[in-house]
């Protein structure tokens, strides 16, 4: 499991440190389709294999259960955000519903965005267990950067990374058009993510860390597990690869992560209409200083009005 991803509180990690192109054409100018927002200039694009980042690691919902069992502080956080929200509260890469299943149980309705079928999957049959939790859950399966509801949301939420799955300008932009769309005129955003640390990003890349023994995703047999990491400077995203290795075989998945350093993520959402912004460096509303890990974002639309 990533280290860079899970931080400090990934049971299965086994490393001891706390880590978790093409070029594009320049826009020529001068016509409206040279001036869409959809290159680089001559910055490098991230590859396409980033995507695949975005899925792997969620292809087994049973071991990122259990990897993040122990991270509680953003559940209660985000549980005490929707007491008392009127309507359903909408989040975006719900998952397997870490944070989803105990809204439900304190009685908030939810509305979930996420392009994994297993994860929605999982989700679903944890609801099932319970009673009355199936029916106040809508499941939508979509890319959150397109999908369109609807329908707006007085709480609007995108906790643990969710955002680091963004790996570009247009990406981001797209994703937040979306929120815009889908929050009430007083409506609150609230998501968090993980602060880069220089120390994280400069790892050798040709170095597999960790080898200690954890249960595989899906055949719960003992296997050694490992990590490698890449940071890509030029597209920010800090690519991991975790390797399984069994008596009979090795897998490998990717999680890729786009990071955002937080001047910059203030930027992109002063620039993307967002007013309000209050940050916090931690789920008990710790100031963001030094030694925050987290940094978590609570801003409304600033599109509100003219809507
Ligand atoms: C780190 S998990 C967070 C899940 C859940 N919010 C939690 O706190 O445990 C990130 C989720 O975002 C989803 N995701 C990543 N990229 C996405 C995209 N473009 N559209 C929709 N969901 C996406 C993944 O499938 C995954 O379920």
């Known amino acids: ?28 100018g001068g016509s409206s389709r040279a001036a869409r927002p959809r290159t680089f200039g001559n910055l490098p694009a991230p590859p396409k294999s980033v995507a695949d980042g975005a899925l ?14 122990a991270r509680s502080a953003d559940v209660e956080f985000y549980v005490e955000q929707a007491r008392g929200v009127r309507g359903p509260v909408l ?19 939810v509305v979930g965005v996420d392009h994994s079928q297993p994860m929605l999957d999982a989700l679903k049959r944890g609801a099932a267990r ?65 602060v880069p640390r220089c120390e994280d990003l400069a790892l050798d890349p040709e170095r597999w860390w960790g080898g200690s023994r954890v249960s595989h995703p899906r055949f719960g047999k003992r296997v050694k597990y490992a990590e490698r990491f890449h940071y890509a400077r ?43 912004c209050r940050w916090a460096g931690g789920f008990e509303s710790e100031a963001p200083n030094q030694a925050a890990d987290t940094l978590v974002v609570n801003c409304r639309s600033g599109r509100s009005r003219s809507r």
């Open 56 to 69: 792997e690691h969620y292809e087994h919902p049973a071991y990122y259960d259990r990897a993040y069992a």
């Open 234 to 276: 030029m597209t920010q995203v800090l690519t991991t690869w975790m390797r399984f290795t069994g008596d009979a075989a090795t897998e490998q998945a990717v999680l890729t992560h786009r990071q955002y350093y937080p001047a910059e993520m203030d930027a992109l959402l002063h620039y993307n209409g967002f007013v309000d």
């Open 91 to 109: 989040e975006y890469g719900v998952g397997s519903g870490r944070v989803a299943l105990p809204l439900l149980r304190a009685g908030v309705s």
């Open 130 to 194: 319970e009673d009355g939790l199936l029916e106040r859950l809508r499941l939508v399966r979509g890319d959150m950067r397109s999908k369109r509801l609807h329908q707006r949301f007085a709480l609007v939420i995108a906790p643990f990374n969710v955002v680091l799955h963004l790996y570009t300008r247009r990406d981001i932009e797209r994703f937040f058009a979306r929120v815009h769309e889908h929050l009430t005129p007083r409506g609150r955003f609230v998501f968090d993510f993980s």
């Open 1 to 28: 499991m990533a280290r860079r991803h899970p931080r400090n509180d990934d049971p299965l990690s086994a490393a001891s440190g706390r880590v978790s192109k093409s070029a594009a054409p320049r826009p020529t």
